[in-house]
């Protein structure tokens, strides 16, 4: 199983092979489409001319990495506070993790504390730590067990809800509906 985004083959191909890639998609993967939020991850590569480095992300200059996420085209909506928040989230993989963002689920046995240690990262509430649990469990075999049920509703395998259920133009159409019925609905209950 993979990713596959309808984003350039080399940013799948990067997400695909790149642990931290990966966990900085789901990062950014807020208030922009998730085309772009899993794309970028590839953009900073080109723009830093290596891949990835949790040690480097998390020592690198804040002034010098908010100008890399603000480079047009910027990385993010909001390139100060999330090349923030990445930095912030590559402290945490450097402190708990070596550096490396797989050692977040190496030898994990138990889903719910699977869950329990990604909602730990920065920017990573209930819901978002969940869709990343469906997404390593769905498309890179990630699979402790229970990790369906910690993942809720995101774990079903019949879901088109998140990125995670992403695998082709019919999915996104699908993924795409659900948020916006999910967003229609919360529209509603607050109007009330």
């Known amino acids: 199983m993979a990713l596959t985004l309808p984003i350039d083959p080399a940013a799948n191909e990067l997400l695909n092979r790149d642990a931290l890639a990966r966990l900085l998609g789901m990062v950014l993967d807020q208030q922009v489409p998730m085309e772009k939020a899993f794309s970028s991850p590839y953009v900073l590569t080109q723009r830093l001319g290596h891949d990835l480095d949790a040690r480097e992300l998390a020592e690198y200059d804040p002034e010098k990495l908010v100008a ?23 402290r945490v993989l450097v402190d708990r993790y070596d550096g490396d963002a797989a050692g977040l689920w190496a030898g994990m046995t138990d889903g719910a504390e699977l869950l329990r240690r990604i909602a730990e990262l920065p920017g990573f509430g209930a819901q978002k730590a969940q869709i990343f649990l469906a997404l390593l469990g769905k498309r890179f075999d ?8 910690a993942a809720g509703g995101y774990g079903d395998a019949e879901a088109y809800r998140s990125v995670a259920d992403v695998t082709d133009a019919e999915s996104l159409r699908r993924v795409r509906e659900y948020k916006q019925q999910m967003k229609a609905a919360a529209k509603a209950k607050t109007a009330r």
Not at 74 to 84: E, Q, V
Request: hydrophobic letters at 45%; charged letters at 25%.
């Open 68 to 90: 890399l996420f603000a480079q047009p085209p910027a990385l993010h909506r909001f390139p100060k506070a999330m090349a923030a928040r990445v930095q912030e989230v590559c």
């Open 142 to 149: 990630v699979r402790p067990e229970g990790w369906r049920e």
